[in-house]
């Protein structure tokens, strides 16, 4: 045996814990630095066994146990549109490395070689920005980073997963990047912040008109947009495919009347890119 993982689960390691592992070079700690009972070694001639340890873990010094340990990052690599991502290095021999946790020495370069067989390459994105097929960063800490290749959409919102990170500042993994309840696509649609929960198309007010019968609702407008209002007397019916009032955005506030007030009546308010 040459490494092992001691899991974040581990807070203690007992005296002469690795005895006689005359193999071992490396020891990696998914944890903080555990207590020991001293010596953890026996017949294991120092520095052949170096500890590794995530940077953002708590107790670690630059020795353990009478040995070097080593501070590191994780870097998750995500590949949509049929591309791949090379790495160079690769990450640390026998680490614990998954798809999500690749193992590198804090203070690593890096280099991003982007290839496909069929799809040509759209950019980086995540904490690697760039449209060359090769880019470098450093892990100075944790990161991520997307390589998108033909048509890419991973969330499925209908925004290409490149654009959304470097263009619209949105998820590519999450379809409703501010959890608003809207998707990101209907957002830019609407002229609203597809990034700002508080930023949403809706109904703002409802007022009783002069007449005191009818009822008067508004909404907030942008420009190049079209906005359509449809009314509907039973929900269990379809809407109306003819829309009772029709405006075109200007960035001022729009209103329609209800001249219905004695009859039950439901409206929306419907928005699209304008022409």
Partial sequence: MTSITIPDSVTSIGVVAFAYCSSLTKVYFEGDQ???????????????????????????????????????????VVSSGGGSADLSPTPLTDSPSTSSNLWYTL?????????????SFQGWSGDLSGTSTNESLVMDSDKIVLASFGNSDLDGDGILDYDENSIYGTSPFLSDSDGDGSEDNDELTAGTSPTNRTDVFQIKDMTTASNQTDSVFSWSTVSNRTYSVYSNANLNTDWSTNP????????????????????????????????
Avoid at 47 to 65: L, R
Wanted: proline letters at 6%; hydrophobic letters at 35%.
């Fill in 34 to 76: 555990p207590t020991t009972g001293a010596p953890i070694f026996e017949s294991i001639s120092s520095p052949s066994v170096i500890f590794y340890y995530h940077y953002n873990a708590n107790g670690w010094s630059t020795n353990f146990a009478d040995r070097p340990t080593v501070a590191c990052a994780f870097l998750e």
């Fill in 107 to 119: 203070g690593t370069s890096v280099v991003f070689t982007a290839s496909s067989a069929s799809n």
């Fill in 244 to 275: 009772a009032y029709q405006v075109e955005g200007d960035g001022t506030q729009k209103s329609f009347t209800n001249t219905h007030s004695e009859n039950s009546m439901f409206y929306r308010v419907d928005v699209e890119l304008g022409p």
